[in-house]
């Protein structure tokens, strides 16, 4: 496969490179092990592996449990092998996401299904399943493999729920938040407390580290979902809309059909039934009007508020004031 990839793009917000920088060396070094466990006989799986590297991506939560476990006083090189295994990990959930969703975009890039189809892109997504658990082994932590298949385990039943959810206009906002922590905060609480874990951390520690993975996790998630009513296609990396194209009731529409006029509320539950995009711009005016992108914004900012809260309970150093800064990502994608 090619050299590796530099780690920050030009295009990420400056603290995000700046909080980067702090585990430069870590990140390098987990690209290089990327590149070596996506290597394969198979030319298929080398293929897709290559556009995988190629593809780039903050790595959130390989750098999440990076700094975790740095501010714990962890120093081995170990960590490198969790943060990839992580990534892996992330990135079979994405590939099976995209086959579930029918996506086109993914990181400003067409998806894997959409070159490869559908086929090689779950089976693809296994192969990194099986090769993160290769890994665990290679650490030898039964305590951080508990952590991690519990979570995968829970991963996998939070998307079947959202798929359940389709096309459903009446699904709560209390059923909406325990998808998003599933499917998308689980796996940033992982990383944070398998980071506290690998540093052998107290008790205290690791469950500090558990509740701000999972707090930016769902900060993060809510502003994803925000952003599909209000960010850019460029920008994104995917197309602006693809929830509602998609029949996914999320907060944005969840508040709008709530405090919208009757004929607003059931034009957004017959797109979200019959998975239209006829209407899409009309919807996204009143989303737009109705407060629900301040209120989710809102939601949001008390994530972030709870996972830096939780951070008080770590050592003060600066990977500490790192992870305080990365919390801060979530919020900063739109002003």
């Known amino acids: 496969m090619s050299s590796p990839l530099p780690v920050i793009e030009p ?3 400056a603290s995000l490179r700046e909080v980067t920088q702090l585990v430069q060396s870590e990140l390098n070094a987990a690209e290089k092990l990327i590149q070596q466990n996506l290597e394969s006989d198979v030319a298929t799986v080398a293929s897709i592996g290559e556009y995988i590297v190629k593809s780039g991506g903050k790595r959130l939560r390989p750098m999440t449990a990076v700094l975790v476990a740095r ?8 960590v490198v092998t969790l ?3 992580l990534e892996f990990l992330h990135t079979a959930t994405l ?20 070159l490869w189809g559908n086929a090689p892109s779950v089976l693809v997504g ?3 399943y099986s090769r993160s658990f290769q890994l665990m082994v290679q650490l030898g932590r039964m305590d951080i493999m508990t952590v991690i298949s519990e979570a995968t385990n829970l991963i996998a039943a939070g998307e079947v729920k959202q798929l359940e959810h389709v096309r459903d206009p009446d699904l709560s906002e209390a059923d909406y938040m325990e998808i998003i922590r599933c499917k998308s905060a689980l796996l940033f609480q992982a ?11 107290s008790l205290d520690e690791i469950e500090a ?6 707090h930016f996790g769902l900060a993060y998630q809510l502003m994803d979902d925000l952003l599909d009513y209000a960010g850019d296609s460029d920008q994104l990396g995917k197309n602006v809309g693809d929830d509602l194209r998609e029949g996914k009731p999320t907060l944005p529409l969840i508040f709008a059909m709530r405090y919208s006029s009757e004929e607003n509320a059931k034009l957004i539950r017959r797109a979200i039934r019959d998975q239209s995009a006829d209407d899409t711009a009309e919807i996204m005016a009143i989303v737009q009007l109705s407060g629900a992108l301040g209120y ?7 994530q972030t508020h709870l996972a830096k809260s939780a951070l008080f309970r770590l050592p003060p150093s600066r990977y500490r004031d790192g992870l305080n800064h990365l919390a801060d990502i979530a919020l900063e994608r739109i002003q």
Request: hydrophobic share 45%.
């Open 191 to 201: 990383a944070a407390e398998t980071g506290a874990t690998l540093a052998n951390a």
């Open 95 to 114: 590939l099976h996401d995209d086959v579930v969703d029918r996506s086109q975009r993914r990181r400003g890039r067409k998806t894997v299904n959409m």
């Open 209 to 214: 580290a558990r509740l701000f993975g999972l």
């Open 83 to 85: 943060a990839v295994l």
């Open 296 to 302: 989710t914004r809102a939601n949001a900012l008390a």
């Open 11 to 13: 295009h990420l917000p």
């Open 126 to 128: 296994d192969f990194l």
């Open 71 to 78: 501010a714990l006083g962890h120093r081995d090189d170990d």
